[in-house]
Structure formats: structure tokens, C-alpha cells
């Protein structure tokens, strides 16, 4: 049984993802389990390279972007999101940016490429991998977006120095790796 096969059965368990039940029964890795999103409707800047496949797609299910204020205006300072599917988180997000798995603790830290900005929202980004911890989920991930933002942009006006605060948001973010989908 592949690594690959016991971290989407972990995933399924923990209702982390939906897989079929002819994946499971062919082995197939957790790749198999993901439908891809139409990247058609994403932005040019933001689309992940050809000879690359989706992994994982997530949904930040609690998440807020962190904004303190020096000199009199609000500046990012990370994000911190649990993510998953139907609403069980299985992964950490956090300042890098760095993705964790609760599941199996690998983990990516990337440097975003691209960003496309939207009204009322943060950023949607194409974010390259530096790093990747791990032969669990995110062991081999190259690529990362984040898509169909939501919320989390700073508070309109000045703001006095030192204060925190944090905007909820949401957003999808598909994990992408080099090679064909199994």
C-alpha cells in the first residue's frame, strides 16, 4: 500500500476529502480523490504551468489575515487559517506562507509569483513551493492558488501605532504537483 493510498485514506476518514469508492478500490493516490478546478476562469498570471497536476483543493474554513499599524496605517503581518473540506480542518496556514498537515505533518512554504486583485477582497495568488517537508500531502507540492478570495482586507483609515487586528476571510487553495495525475 503507497504512502500516497494511507494519506488519502486518512483524509477520507477524517472527512478531509470525498474520494470514490473505484479509486479507493484501484489504489489510486489522493489525486484521484480531487476533481480539477477550471482553469479557465482563472486569471493568466495566476495559472499553474503545464506538467503539473492538482493534488489537493481546500477551503479556508476559519481564517483571518493579521494587520498591525505602524506610522499611522494598517500592514499585513500573516495569515492564520485552518483549511480542509466540509468544514474539518486538516491543515494550518500560517506566516511564509507555510502550509502544515494535521494529518501528516509535511508541510510547503512557497514565495507567491503572481497576484490578481479583486474588489473587496485580498488578492487571489499564484504561489511558487521554496520548500516541501515530508512524503505526506504536501511532500512533493510545486505550485499553490489561492482563488476565490473573500474578506480580509485591512480596516479603511488611519489606525494608532502598535494596534493588531484581524479580518476574516475565505479563499479555495489548490495544491498542484510536477508529473501526471495518477
Not at 507567491?112 to 516541501?132: H, M, Q
Request: glycine share 10%.
Amino acid at each position: 500500500m503507497s504512502r500516497k493510498w494511507l494519506v488519502a485514506a486518512a483524509l477520507a476518514a477524517a472527512g478531509a476529502i470525498a474520494p470514490t469508492a473505484s479509486a479507493f478500490a484501484a489504489g489510486h493516490s489522493v489525486q484521484a480523490f480531487v476533481p480539477a478546478p477550471d482553469q479557465a476562469s482563472v486569471p493568466a498570471a495566476l495559472q499553474v504551468p503545464a506538467g503539473n497536476h492538482l493534488v489537493v483543493s481546500l477551503h479556508v474554513i476559519q481564517g483571518v489575515q493579521v494587520y498591525g499599524c505602524s506610522n499611522g496605517a494598517w500592514t499585513l503581518k500573516e495569515p492564520a487559517a485552518d483549511m480542509g473540506v466540509s468544514n474539518r480542518p486538516t491543515v494550518l496556514y500560517t506566516a511564509g506562507p507555510e502550509w502544515v498537515s494535521t494529518v501528516d505533518g509535511s508541510a510547503v512554504w512557497g514565495m507567491p509569483l503572481a497576484s490578481a486583485n479583486r474588489t473587496g477582497t485580498i488578492p487571489e495568488l499564484l504561489v511558487k513551493a521554496v520548500k516541501n517537508r515530508g512524503a505526506g500531502l504536501f511532500g512533493s507540492i510545486d505550485y499553490i492558488q489561492r482563488l476565490d478570495t473573500y474578506g480580509g482586507l485591512a480596516p479603511a483609515g488611519s489606525c494608532t501605532n502598535g494596534a493588531i487586528t484581524a479580518s476574516q476571510y475565505f479563499a479555495t487553495e489548490d495544491f498542484w504537483a510536477p508529473g501526471a495525475s495518477a
